[in-house]
């Protein structure tokens, strides 16, 4: 077991690849994987940075007020984002131990949220919690799909050197 979740665990850890490998849809991650993704793991993400920032916002700032709707809204999701969140991860760990990929949904999913849980860190000073609190709330008139998808865009503008996340290339459509 505990090969298991180590191996899941560096799958989190987003390995390195090359630009061949991204060019394959194999090995790369689509966008409606790293939508998945997102999806999957936003609300944990937004609990945490509640968690950090509650106690330095004041009582009526979105993060207090608004977000825990938001949350409600994404873990609404959360299950219908699986399948994409789990393509992406068994392609984020080939390399690991291939016993992975023959686990049941109701085996793995607790094992990537254990090793999520354990990487998932966000470092959030309390001095910054104002400026998240009004990036959160400048996106609040998107739906919750409209946010995720942001978001996966933004990584994979960011990875698409292929160093970390190995985003597919875009398509020239």
């Known amino acids: 077991m505990r090969k298991i979740i180590s191996a899941v665990a560096a799958s989190f850890a987003l390995c390195a690849t090359t630009s061949a490998q991204a060019a394959d849809t194999a090995s790369c991650i689509t966008q409606q994987e790293l939508d998945g993704i997102v999806?999957?793991?936003?609300?944990?993400?937004?609990?945490?940075?509640?968690?950090?920032?509650?106690?330095?916002?004041?009582?009526?700032?979105?993060?207090?007020?608004?977000?825990?709707?938001?949350?409600?809204?994404?873990?609404?999701?959360?299950?219908?984002?699986?399948?994409?969140?789990?393509?992406?991860?068994?392609?984020?760990?080939?390399?690991?131990?291939?016993?992975?990929?023959?686990?049941?949904?109701?085996?793995?999913?607790p094992l990537i949220d254990e090793a999520v849980s354990t990487r998932l860190s966000i470092p959030i000073k309390p001095s910054t919690c104002g400026d998240v609190n009004d990036i959160i709330e400048a996106l609040s008139p998107l739906s919750p799909e409209q946010i995720v998808h942001l978001a996966s865009t933004v990584i994979t503008v960011a990875t698409r050197d292929g160093k970390t996340i190995l985003p597919c290339p875009r398509r020239a459509d």
């Open 39 to 109: 999806a999957y793991f936003l609300p944990r993400a937004l609990n945490e940075v509640a968690q950090k920032c509650n106690a330095a916002l004041p009582a009526d700032s979105y993060v207090r007020t608004s977000m825990p709707s938001l949350v409600t809204q994404l873990e609404n999701r959360k299950l219908a984002a699986w399948p994409m969140a789990k393509s992406a991860f068994l392609k984020m760990g080939q390399s690991e131990d291939k016993e992975i990929a023959g686990l049941s949904d109701a085996v793995l999913r």
